[in-house]
């Protein structure tokens, strides 16, 4: 197993020697660990992110390698996976919504507020839990994983355009639950809050 | 501060993964790689993107669609009631006998629904003399929990080949107790949820739950549900959060009565769930009623059941101590319920369903070459040559051409429902790879 520069060089030598994608997971494994646990828990997390490794060492052949960075790549799979546990995820959302405690950090010993009095944080969750699925996964690379658009397109394998147009979507429907800007339906600025749902 | 910036602090600096599991995943890996006898590349490749066949009942926009249910991870670990038994079992044996609402490739099963789930309504003061504070709007916000009541109405897909719907109006909210009426009334009474909002959703992603995965011996089950090896039946570890799979799959889905009979006797051996005895739903229906108290969250979740038929009547959700979902109230308080009116297999989604409702949607691969070996873009749509054609022009499927598609054709896996799209024209590009070719629409 040799040194690759770049994850694309690591997948390019590992369709001869395939103990060279060990490479991939060693550069990639905790990010794509951490977000899964930071969207669907400790328990879940551990378990997709050792399946996206196996579907993507599955699928290397697959990868595009004038690609020099895999974590496009590697977190659209990780977001397929996630698809499968989406009422999971918004059952642990809602769940917080409702009663300020989040399932999420309520798996660890020693992490803080657990329960968060911020209603703010609240009114967060719960339109988070009300944005559409594919919204979600292009507002969460962004903010959880720092993705540019460029990247999101990737992995989510739209083309930019949509990218944009799914991110303003989803910030619009944030913005609007917060009521830092009115809905433009509504004709008085209020701060009724939106659906518990 | 906004939105991305708050999204930021959420859930921030959780620990990483525990050494040993990425130790664990990592070997994993490794096996995997030392099994790999040929090189990469060779064989049939197995779409990995592809959906699984049949997901989860309202696996996508569910934000829209479930009533408010109890999200009880840890569940009281009681025992098995002997009387909750013998009343399950007899539940189980109806089931077996009845033919259940079965609809078959293209139909949808229908389901109107009365429920009511939980809404917070969050005010502040400054708000009715002038714009909220854009910045800070929640600083000075209070808040208060109604139950908002809803007419439901759903449309499931037989499989995730169609869109599915859910049409929910809402009716007029209630508070779910004096205090919290008062205190409304004390902030001068300020505006509510509207009644009569409609919320009409396209589904996509949605259909029943596969039999195939699903044994029909109890134990089995019971095992598999309590493993989450079930796709679209998953959840975090404990009982209460077992009961809440269960209502789930009885819920506005389609099951082959073995199985329904299979879940009522794995019911019946599961620890901490209570007999009612003869109660009536939330519609007033008599029926059989069954309880668990999920002592963790402070929750209480019933089901109830038409003994005569074995048909989920409704169920009902409340708090078993105040302050449990972030309000005063007295214990029983109900923050949700449904009853279950009607349900019937039917061929479409109805008049005036929104966009994308009833529609074909199908997985598509656009490639760039003819070959399954090429990197791949992966698009959800009704018509796969046009979804393609339209990520070339975009420069998408292959950023050296100009704006301009290929002449295109559709492929599948015989018998699958995604569809490969190859540069090309003609039958013959699919045969050269093995595949069918889809007609063109």
Redesign the interface.
Known sequence: MGHHASDSDAIAA???T??D??AV??RH??AI??YL??RI??????EL??ET???A????????VSRPDARPWLFG?AT?LL??????E???L??YA???A???????EG?DARIDA?????????A??????EELDA??L???ADFSYAEI?QAL???I?TVRSRLSRA?AR??TA?????APAQPQ?????G??? | M???E???Q??AG????KPE??A???A???A??EH?KR???TGT??P??R??RL??I???????L?I??P?G?FGGSGKVQPAVGQVLRQVARVAASQAPVAPGPGQYLFTRSKDA????????PR?RAH??D??H??EA?D?WSVL?PADREAWIPFDDSRRGRVRVV?GKPRFVSADQRAGWVAAGS????RAGRVEDTALS?VGFLDPSELPTDPARLRQRIEGREI??V????GEAETF?LIG?MLREGYLPAAVRAAIYRLTAELPGVELLGEVRDPVGRPGTGIAFTDRK?GTRHELIFDSATSALLGERESIVESG???FEAPPGTPIGYAAYLESKVVDSVGRGAPAGAGAPDRSVGCYDRASL???????HGVDPIAACAE?WR?G?VDARRGPASPHLVACAYDGSSVAHVFPGSGPAVCRRLDLVPLPSR
């Open positions: 590992s369709a001869a395939a103990a994608f060990a997971f060693d494994f905790g660990h951490a646990q930071r828990g400790r328990d879940l997390a551990e992110s050792a490794f196996l579907i060492f599955d699928t290397r052949a697959r990868y595009d799979i397929n698809h499968r546990h989406r009422r999971h918004l059952r642990e809602r769940a409702r009663s300020a989040d399932p999420v950090l309520d798996a660890f992490v911020s209603s703010v944080r609240r009114h967060l969750v719960d988070l839990a009300r944005v559409p699925a507002l969460l962004f903010a959880w397109a394998e739209v083309p355009g910030r944030i913005r917060l009521a830092v800007e009115p600025p209020t701060c009724d809050e659906g518990h749902r | 906004n939105e991305i708050l999204l930021r959420l859930r959780l620990p990483a993964a599991s990425r664990a995943a990592r994993g890996l490794m995997r790689i790999a090189p990469a590349g490749p197995s990995w993107w959906r699984p997901l989860a309202g696996g996508v926009s569910l934000a829209a479930l408010a249910l999200i991870i789930y939980l809404q917070a309504t969050g005010y502040s708000c714009p909220c854009r910045d709007p929640w916000t808040e908002v809402a300020p505006p509510l949820p992603g796709r679209g998953d959840g975090p570890p809440t789930d969250r449990a979902y972030g070996h090429t990197s791949t873009t992966i698009v990520l975009e998408v």
